[in-house]
């Protein structure tokens, strides 16, 4: 039995195929209008699992992936407690359920969590340690906490080890601070990790510095402070070569700089995020604190060289940041709520309504923006449509792809989306346990109907096709 996506196209070569996905009825759908693509993956997502379930679980957040067309996500450190790598202590806030599961630290808990938890989650996931202890920075971690649980020495591991290895290093939410900074990339350089920087910092201010703060009456954070913490990192890694991946960079001076760094042929990676892309500070008067987050929006002059960072390659992908907070949180006021937002569900719609919409890149540019460069950050290989086709389905008119008639069909993750489909975010719909999001009502374009991982559906919304 199974799902036929008949007259599908290809999202490279434009090749009209049928698509089988094994699957526990027969349908044929019409899919003249879809595109097949590989799956979207994403370098930096909050899942809030342990220690803050109440925003979000292990088990909403991927279901939310999984409802973006996401098929893989790096998951940050900044649970409760922190994804050090280190024994937790009884009582300290977090510590009980991961003890309560015979586990004594938060990467053994998330790498077991379905065995834990008895449930079956629908995306890929990996892990991402802290690069202080406690995320606290003030020590560096030790690699004899977590080196053990990076890939390899697979004969000593069981199969959930295997599947959500630790692959990078970060202290997301703050930058890595200075007096531990080399520390920390001689930690990366030892282990081949990456360090992914949250790439600012600040002692105060609450929103971008400028008119929208101070008609907020809100003290600002200058755009400076986003500058110094790249243009530090720059230094360092032109001096010992580690690779540094900035997260949600969101400034004009910044990406001068990447760009600089780049042209010199530093080990340098970036990222932006969809709200930077579709949202300047100006936001801040219609949606509030649902706009709130950290770096800030920033000026209507730093969203277009966001966008133009993009059209020139200067960005090599678009993470969501997906930061799910309570309603209560968010209405504390600009100085108390927390900073972010989740955007799993809506990422692609929002990027393709801005950027393939507004005619800056096209859609095979934003799915290697949002797909095939991600994968490549995390060390995983895209799932090659067309390699496919041409060792399973040579010799025929209009070819068809049978995933489970495959080589190896454990290994294809792909998005079956509509490029072209109009349509309307509703927050109330979404599978994530957060409702924070200044895009609900938005109209957009581009919609991912089916999400397939190692070539069985893991999410459709099929009936959306009628």
């Known amino acids: 039995m199974a799902i036929v996506f008949s007259d599908i196209r290809v999202w490279d070569t434009g090749e009209r195929i049928d698509l089988v996905v094994p699957d526990g009825r027969d349908v044929t759908v019409d899919a003249s209008r879809l595109t097949v693509a590989p799956g979207l993956e994403d370098p930096h997502v909050h899942f809030r699992d342990p220690g803050q379930t109440h925003k979000e679980t292990m088990v909403t957040g991927c279901a939310a992936a999984a409802a973006g067309g996401y098929t893989n996500v790096l998951i940050m450190p900044n649970t409760v407690p922190a994804m050090d790598g ?62 053990w649980y990076m890939p390899g020495h697979d004969d000593e591991k ?21 007096p531990v900074l080399r520390d920390v990339l001689a930690n990366v350089k030892e282990t081949g990790l990456y360090l992914i920087e949250h790439c600012e910092h600040h002692d105060v201010g609450a929103v971008n510095e400028g008119p929208v703060a101070r008609k907020l009456g809100v003290p600002g954070i200058p755009e400076e402070t986003e500058l110094a913490v790249v243009q530090r990192d720059i230094d360092m890694v032109r001096e010992t070569g580690v690779h540094v991946h900035f997260q949600h960079v969101s400034t004009a001076i910044s990406f ?104 800056w890149i096209s859609d095979e540019r934003l799915i290697e923006l949002m797909a095939l460069n991600p994968a490549s950050l995390m060390g995983r290989h895209s799932t090659d449509i067309a390699g496919l086709l041409n060792t399973s389905a040579k010799c025929a008119t209009k070819r068809t792809l049978d995933l489970g008639a495959t080589e190896h069909p454990e290994r294809h993750d792909l998005v079956i989306l509509g490029l072209d489909d109009a349509w309307t975010i509703h927050a109330d719909e979404f599978r994530s346990k957060a409702r924070n999001t200044p895009f609900d009502g938005w109209e957009v374009t581009g919609r991912p109907y089916a999400t397939i991982i190692g070539s069985r559906m893991a999410s459709s919304r099929l009936d959306a096709l009628a």
């Open 256 to 359: 001068d700089a990447i760009r600089r760094a780049k042209a010199e042929g530093l080990p340098i990676t970036c990222e932006t995020a969809p709200h930077y892309l579709a949202l300047s500070d100006e936001a801040l008067l219609e949606y509030g604190t649902r706009a709130k987050m950290n770096p800030p929006l920033r000026s209507e002059k730093d969203r277009q060289a966001t966008i133009a960072a993009i059209a020139d390659g200067t960005v090599d992908m678009i993470a969501t940041d997906h930061a799910p907070h309570t309603a209560d949180e968010k209405a504390l006021g600009f100085l108390e709520a927390p900073n972010g937002i989740i955007g799993l569900e809506c990422a692609f719609a929002v990027c393709h309504t801005v950027l393939v919409d507004g005619g």
């Open 158 to 178: 069981d199969a959930a080890q295997i599947a959500h290895p630790v692959t990078a290093m970060s202290d997301d939410g703050s930058a890595v601070p200075t």
């Open 86 to 147: 280190q024994i937790v202590t009884p009582g300290e806030p977090g510590a009980d359920e991961v003890l309560a599961a015979g586990c004594d630290n938060v990467i053994d808990y998330l790498q077991h969590y379905e065995r834990i938890h008895g449930v079956t989650l629908p995306v890929r996931y990996e892990l991402c340690v802290c690069a202080t202890k406690g995320r606290a920075g003030k020590e560096p971690t030790e690699p004899k906490d977590w080196a």
